[in-house]
């Protein structure tokens, strides 16, 4: 069965960087698009980017534009994602996903979540 | 940049009633439209895409329509479970570029 399995929670400082990764199996990685999406407390969801693990090419929403970096190991399923320059408005929990079809990009499985803590 | 507005922001409805939820968007965005469903606690979850294409096994309850600007989701009969913040999410073409709408809080009374 579908399965994306993300690393464990984070505590950052202020003007660091974090790097979460999402580990896939059950299926073919190479296949399918992977999101990252997050949510702050309260808030509501905030699509990040997005990443083709056939290349390597990604695309990021304007927001996160040269903060964020999205890359994928194929030899081990998985894809990361690196927040550079941390505030405190990046506490949020982190969602890892991966495209419903191979022929729609749309987000239809979902990780557990990662939370991240910015904290000075 | 493409704005998704939802409406109404909460939606207060008993158990068998009928929900309409509505999503605009700025711009067309074709009928590359998805609808989810969170609850607290949960990863989010997908209905539909496509604008009306139900996603592997939802409930036929929830149906999706429209194209261009204007898109609805429709619960033809709520249940408890149904409880939840309903979001609606757009695309683009390639490059892919994707943004979320700001979320319809649905209560069931």
């Known amino acids: 069965q579908v399965q994306l399995v993300q690393s464990g929670a984070e505590v950052k400082k202020p003007g660091t960087a974090v790097e979460l990764s999402c580990t896939a199996s059950g299926f073919r990685f190479t296949s399918y698009y992977y999101h990252w999406v997050r949510q702050a407390p309260g808030q509501g969801l905030e699509w990040m980017g997005i990443?083709?693990?056939?290349?390597?090419?990604?695309t990021y929403a304007q927001t996160f534009q040269g903060r964020v970096t999205m890359t994928r190991d194929t030899s081990t399923s998985t894809v990361y994602m690196q927040l550079s320059s941390l505030t405190f408005d990046d506490t949020a929990l982190y969602y890892c996903?991966?495209?419903?079809?191979?022929?729609?990009?749309?987000?239809?499985?979902w990780g557990q979540g990662t939370l991240v803590t910015v904290s000075s | 940049e493409i704005v998704l507005t939802q409406s109404p922001a909460t939606l207060s409805l008993s158990p068998g009633q009928r929900a309409t939820l509505s999503c605009r968007a700025s711009?067309?965005?074709?009928?590359?439209l998805a609808w989810y469903q969170h609850k607290p606690g949960q990863a989010p979850r997908l209905l539909i895409y496509g604008a009306s294409n139900r996603a592997t096994g939802i409930p036929a309850r929830f149906s999706g329509s429209g194209s261009g600007t204007d898109f609805t989701l429709t619960i033809s009969s709520l249940e408890p479970e149904d409880s939840a913040v309903y979001y609606c999410?757009?695309?683009?073409?390639?490059?892919?570029?994707?943004?979320f709408g700001p979320g319809t809080k649905v209560d069931i009374k």
């Open positions: 996903a991966r495209a419903a079809l191979e022929w729609d990009p749309t987000a239809g499985y």
């Open positions: 990443i083709n693990p056939s290349g390597g090419a990604t």
């Open positions: 999410q757009q695309r683009s073409n390639w490059p892919y570029i994707f943004t």
């Open positions: 711009q067309s965005v074709s009928s590359f």
